[in-house]
């Protein structure tokens, strides 16, 4: 079974403040999708990312790959309340349609 | 577009009821899910859909039944439903190309359901 262990499992922090969250499994993934979700409403996709290594920025937000395709990041700049949200991490199997979830990052960011 | 559509927002049943939720992508997508997620949980997996034929139940109770009546549509029949079914329904849909390595899944906004 393919376990992907997603931490810190809750996060609240001050306006402004940066922060990291990590995904880590013993497996490899083919892609590695990270996800923002608000109370109440489906889960937004924020990126994917393939290539072992590879970073990708969106705005404040900062995603990182493993080399060996096995763990991967999330570090937000200079957090703002608009940020509050659940953050899940999903990683997908090669030619496979089965994502692996981690169990969730709970973000509160107070003004 | 990356939309999925959902209907309805919000839905209370009794647990002699029938309804169904309904699910809608025009993306061109030929895998379409359907999952189940709890309050501060991640989605739990229940159907997918692959070129319109079932793929994958992850053991489902039968009170759940779902329906692909053509690639852009997904349907999940409900009956008989008990109070712990109640949760936030998701449906997505990915592009299930078999060239492509990775298969993003976009998400639908849900259906909140409560059974009483």
């Known amino acids: 079974t393919q376990l992907l262990e997603q931490s810190p499992q809750f996060l609240s922090i001050q306006e402004g403040e940066n922060l990291t969250v990590y995904c880590n499994s013993s497996?490899?993934?083919?892609?590695l999708q990270w996800y923002r979700q608000e109370p109440g409403e489906g889960p937004v996709l924020l990126v994917t990312?393939?290539?072992?290594?590879e970073v990708k920025k969106l705005k404040r937000l900062t995603f990182q790959f493993g080399d060996a395709r096995k763990d991967s990041s999330l570090h937000i700049t200079a957090a703002q309340p608009g940020d509050t949200g659940l953050y899940l991490c999903?990683?997908?199997?090669?030619?496979?349609?089965?994502?692996?979830f981690g169990a969730g990052t709970i973000l509160r960011v107070k003004s | 577009d990356t939309e999925v559509t959902q209907t309805p927002k919000h839905l209370v049943m009794g647990m002699t009821n029938k309804k169904s939720l309904k699910c809608e992508q025009h993306?061109?997508?030929?895998?379409m899910y359907w999952y189940k997620q709890k309050a501060k949980k991640p989605p739990e997996l229940m159907f997918v859909?692959?070129?319109?034929?079932?793929?994958i139940n992850e053991s489902v109770p039968s009170r759940f039944s779902p329906e692909c009546p053509n690639s852009s549509l997904l349907n999940l029949h409900l009956h008989a439903l008990q109070p712990e079914d109640s949760a936030l329904y998701l449906c997505?849909?990915?592009?299930?190309?078999?060239?492509?390595?990775?298969?993003?899944?976009?998400f639908g906004p849900g259906t909140r359901l409560t059974v009483l």
């Open positions: 997505a849909s990915s592009q299930l190309h078999l060239a492509v390595v990775t298969d993003t899944q976009y």
């Open positions: 497996s490899v993934f083919s892609s």
């Open positions: 990312v393939v290539t072992g290594g």
């Open positions: 999903a990683g997908g199997r090669e030619y496979g349609n089965k994502l692996v």
């Open positions: 993306m061109g997508h030929r895998a």
């Open positions: 859909y692959s070129y319109e034929k079932l793929s």
